[in-house]
T-cell receptor, first 112, second 111 residues
């Protein structure tokens, strides 16, 4: 049982480049989330999808877009990367919005 | 948005010591969850407390939910280096749309 998987694990971008972070879960969960975590800090919610077909902004959505492709997959896109987006990105899923969240291993992104 | 404040932000102790970390809010939560994040990994749920005054034990870890359901604490007895990590509390928003996470307590247990 893979749980939540994220690709890629590491990525280096130049300022202005675009990329998509992929996330998939095999637990038949309804809700999925994207967080960023900066060194020594907690989690900040970027976007979430409470159920298939819906997406909502979190605390720090600027510079990002998301797509809930189907029930399993939730992608995060950086259209024009900036050094301020250097961070570790975590995807998570839960059966319902108030339930336990299961996290992926993270994507470490460096924007030069 | 209901906020959760965790203290202390950083804690460095020697193996064998006891410690307590706190998660406080001015709002009432229906439940609170505690997660631990080890270096290089995603957070993993440790426990959920649901009833005011509830105490749950997980080996050397004791979790308590305040009577008014506005705060929670995590007490670790005889800390070990394997307890090192970021401890996060989280609670459901009354809107029901998502969880709110605290900023976390970064614990380092030195051998």
């Amino acid at each position: 049982n893979a749980g939540v998987t994220q690709t890629p694990k590491f990525q280096v971008l130049k300022t202005g480049q675009s990329m998509t972070l992929q996330c998939a879960q095999d637990m038949n969960h309804n809700s999925m989330y994207w967080y960023r975590q900066d060194p020594g800090m907690g989690l900040r919610l970027i976007y979430y999808s409470a159920s298939e077909g819906t997406t909502d902004k979190g605390e720090v959505p600027n510079g990002y877009n998301v797509s809930r492709l189907n029930k399993r997959e939730f992608s995060l896109r950086l259209e024009s990367a900036a050094p301020s987006q250097t961070s570790v990105y975590f995807c998570a899923s839960s059966g319902h919005p108030q339930e336990t969240q299961y996290f992926g291993p993270g994507t470490r992104l460096l924007v030069l | 948005t209901q906020l959760l404040e965790q203290s202390p932000q950083f804690l460095s102790i020697q193996e064998g010591e006891n410690l307590t970390v706190y998660c406080n809010s001015s709002s009432v939560f229906s439940s609170l969850q505690w997660y631990r994040q080890e270096p290089g990994e995603g957070p993993v749920l440790l426990v959920t407390v649901v009833t005011g005054g509830e105490v749950k034990k997980l080996k050397r870890l004791t979790f308590q939910f305040g009577d008014a359901r506005k705060d929670s604490s995590l007490h670790i007895t005889a800390a070990q280096p394997g307890d090192t990590g970021l401890y996060l509390c989280a609670g459901p928003q009354t809107s029901g749309s998502r969880l709110t996470f605290g900023e976390g307590t970064q614990l380092t247990v030195n051998p």
